[in-house]
């Protein structure tokens, strides 16, 4: 199916409306076909029967449903982790993953083919940015994963909600932590968060989303301006400069004090509190002074660290932080800056499913 044509994933409910208005419909069959799209999650315009004739043949000459085929599905061997390589349209693919652990049912999703940020430890940086993801195909890949937990028979982990016939468990959580920096690409991230919140569909709403960046400075301060609705997530990995742009080279654009400066707007304009992510490589950034290097850097501001022991990938030969050691770091941001933090549970690793190790093999 051609690239070309208007992919319905792409519009909010009203550019629906207009859409519909502008091909001479009775704006009153949006309701009808967004059911259709983020509540029935009807793979084909043959699978909306109350549409009218007329409006399903316009669809089909002049719209596309941007479905993602899978290409392939792995599950983990826990059975709490699925990973799907999709096809987007243009034959580049992508990967997203379905989580089913701490009593939550949530989506992983990508926000581009690969990553120009080039994080040393990261699997999507390593293989390079190919382009940006639309609109459409962020909001698919949430409407595959909610599409494939309807289809499920397995008995639901957490909140079931009963739609039609149907008895598998909803989507509650999307977290942009696929492949790629969602703040690299604002415009489209932001619209497909603007169509996943919309109460009408998937309904996840400002506490079921969160977005993680790199740091991309102009991007956290135009969040805080348009007081988007959502949770970010900051990935720091270290407390200095010098020691972040070894890691992450994205640091040497907008420095560690340009950053923690955008956190602190942020914060104080949205009063939300921020995740801090930290990747902990044995070594390299998880001692008692790291410990407390995190905790005077973040004094004062609300926030949570996120500890995620490194998951392996090929180009980068760290090992992960110890449990033990991972355990004291976290003691220490306790105890001595009263400091919450959580240890990232390693799930999906046999399937290279964990944070980082999204990534495309040549086709
Ligand atoms: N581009 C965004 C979101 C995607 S990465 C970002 O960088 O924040 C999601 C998280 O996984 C980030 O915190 C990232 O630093 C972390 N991560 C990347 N590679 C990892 C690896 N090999 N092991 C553990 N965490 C990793
Ligand atoms: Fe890109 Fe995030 Fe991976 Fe860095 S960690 S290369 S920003 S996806």
């Known amino acids: 199916m051609s690239a070309t044509l208007l992919n319905l994933y792409d519009l909010t409910h009203e550019e629906l409306r207009v859409q ?10 949006t309701a009808r076909l967004w059911n259709y799209l983020y509540i029935e999650l009807a793979d084909s315009f043959d699978a909306m029967p109350e549409l009218p004739a007329k409006v399903r043949a316009r669809l089909a000459t002049d719209a596309r449903l941007g479905v993602l085929a899978t290409a392939l599905e792995t599950d983990s061997s826990d059975g709490f982790t699925r990973k799907y390589l999709l096809s987007l349209a243009d034959q580049e693919r992508i990967e997203t993953v379905l989580m089913r652990y701490t009593g939550r049912v949530t989506a992983c999703i990508s926000s581009q083919v690969g990553c120009a940020m080039g994080c040393v430890f990261c699997a999507t940086g390593q293989m390079g940015y190919t382009r940006h993801l639309t609109p459409g195909e962020i909001v698919a890949q949430a409407v595959h994963v909610a599409r494939a937990l309807r289809q499920s ?17 909803r989507l509650r959580n999307v977290v942009l932590m696929g492949m790629g920096e969602p703040l690299h690409n604002y415009d489209a991230v932001m619209q497909a968060v603007d169509i996943l919140r919309d109460e009408r569909g998937l309904a996840l709403g400002s506490e079921r989303i969160t977005l993680s960046t790199v740091g991309v400075v102009p991007g956290i301060l135009r969040l805080t301006k348009e007081k988007r609705p959502l949770h970010l997530a900051v990935s720091l990995h270290a407390a200095t400069q010098a020691g972040r742009a070894a890691l992450v080279p994205a640091a040497k654009k907008w420095p560690l004090d340009e950053l923690m400066a955008a956190c602190r707007t942020y914060s104080e304009t949205t009063g939300r509190r921020i995740f801090y992510e930290w990747t902990l490589i044995e070594g390299q950034n998880d001692s008692a002074d790291h410990a407390r290097a995190v905790g005077r850097l973040l004094h004062g501001l609300p926030a949570q660290v996120n500890l995620i ?3 392996p990938t090929a180009g980068y030969a760290g090992s992960p932080t110890r449990t033990d050691a991972a355990r004291h770091f976290q003691h220490i941001l306790q105890e001595e800056f009263k400091l919450p933090s959580t240890v990232r549970q390693r799930r999906g690793i046999d399937i290279a499913a964990g944070c980082g190790q999204l990534a495309v093999a040549e086709k």
Not at 155 to 167: A, F, K, L, R
């Open 153 to 169: 028979t397995q008995p639901p982990h957490s909140q079931c909600h009963v739609i039609g016939d149907t008895s598998g468990p």
């Open 309 to 311: 022991p490194l998951n």
């Open 20 to 29: 519909l208005v502008r091909w001479g419909f009775n704006p009153f069959h």
